[in-house]
C-alpha cells in the first residue's frame, strides 16, 4: 500500500521568506511524486513532479521540490514566498510499477503573511 | 487550450433526488479520474477510466454511485438517492496517458449541497 503524509495543517511564512511545505511518503516500490497547489473554489493545478534523475526538480511559479529517497521525502520550497502563493498544497504518490491510483496527501495550507 | 470543464458548477438538490455531474477531459487525454473533496478535507478517489473502460472503480462509496464515459471524451457521474452526506465537491481530472509518471490536470469541480 502506498501513502503520503503532510505533517502540517498550515503553514505561515512572512512574505519575501524562504518557505518549505513537507511531504513524506511510503510505496512498496519505487514513486512517482506531484506536488499541486488549489486556489479557493479552483480544481488542482499542476506545479511539478519527481520521476527520475536530479533530486532537485524545479516547477512552476518558482517551486521546487527536493526528493530525498534515504528520508522518503519530497519537500515542496520555495526561496522568496509571495502573498499570492497562498493556497492549499498538495503532495501526492504513484507506485511505479503496473498501474496504481494516485494517493493525495491531507494538503497544508500556506498563508503568506504582508 | 482548453482545461477540463466541469457542469454545473454548483448544483442545489434535495434530499432523495438523482444528479448528474459532467466532465469534459482535455481532448486526447485517455485517462479520466472522479475525485470527491468534501470541506476542509484531502482527496477521496472514486473511479478511474482509462478510454471506455473503467479498471478501477473501487473508491465509489455505494451503489448509489456510478459514472460511465463515451466516445474516450466526456464522463458523467451518477448519484442516486442523494444523501446529506453526499454534500462534496466533485473533481475530475485528465491525463495524457495510462502511464503513472503524468499529472493529472484538474477541472473546478462541481459543488454538490443536498438539502
Known amino acids: 500500500a502506498q501513502s503520503v503524509a503532510q505533517p502540517e495543517d498550515q503553514v505561515n511564512v512572512a512574505e519575501g521568506n524562504p518557505l518549505t511545505v513537507k511531504c513524506t511518503y511510503s510505496v512498496s516500490g519505487n514513486p512517482y511524486l506531484f506536488w499541486y497547489v488549489q486556489y479557493p473554489n479552483r480544481g488542482l493545478q499542476f506545479l511539478l513532479k519527481?520521476?527520475?534523475?536530479?533530486?532537485l526538480v524545479k516547477g512552476s511559479y518558482g517551486f521546487e521540490a527536493e526528493f530525498n529517497k534515504s528520508q522518503t521525502s519530497f519537500h515542496l520550497k520555495k526561496p522568496s514566498a509571495l502573498v499570492s502563493d497562498s493556497a492549499l498544497y498538495f503532495c501526492a504518490v504513484r507506485d511505479t510499477g503496473g498501474y496504481q491510483k494516485v494517493t493525495f496527501g491531507t494538503g497544508t495550507k500556506l498563508q503568506v503573511i504582508p | 487550450g482548453a482545461g477540463v470543464s466541469q457542469s454545473p458548477s454548483n448544483k442545489v438538490t434535495e434530499k432523495g433526488k438523482d444528479v448528474e455531474l459532467r466532465c469534459d477531459p482535455i481532448s486526447g487525454h485517455t485517462a479520466l479520474y472522479w475525485y470527491r473533496q468534501r470541506l476542509g478535507q484531502g482527496l477521496e478517489f472514486l473511479i478511474y477510466?482509462?478510454?471506455?473502460?473503467?479498471?478501477?472503480k473501487s473508491g465509489l462509496p455505494s451503489d448509489r454511485f456510478s459514472a460511465e464515459r463515451t466516445g474516450e471524451s466526456v464522463s458523467t457521474l451518477t448519484i442516486q438517492r442523494t444523501q446529506q452526506e453526499d454534500s462534496a465537491v466533485y473533481l475530475c481530472?485528465?491525463?495524457?496517458?495510462?502511464?503513472?509518471?503524468?499529472?493529472?490536470?484538474f477541472g473546478d469541480g462541481t459543488r454538490l449541497s443536498i438539502l
Open positions: 477510466f482509462q478510454g471506455n473502460s473503467a479498471p478501477d
Open positions: 519527481y520521476i527520475t534523475g536530479d533530486n
Open positions: 481530472a485528465s491525463s495524457l496517458g495510462a502511464g503513472n509518471n503524468q499529472p493529472q490536470h
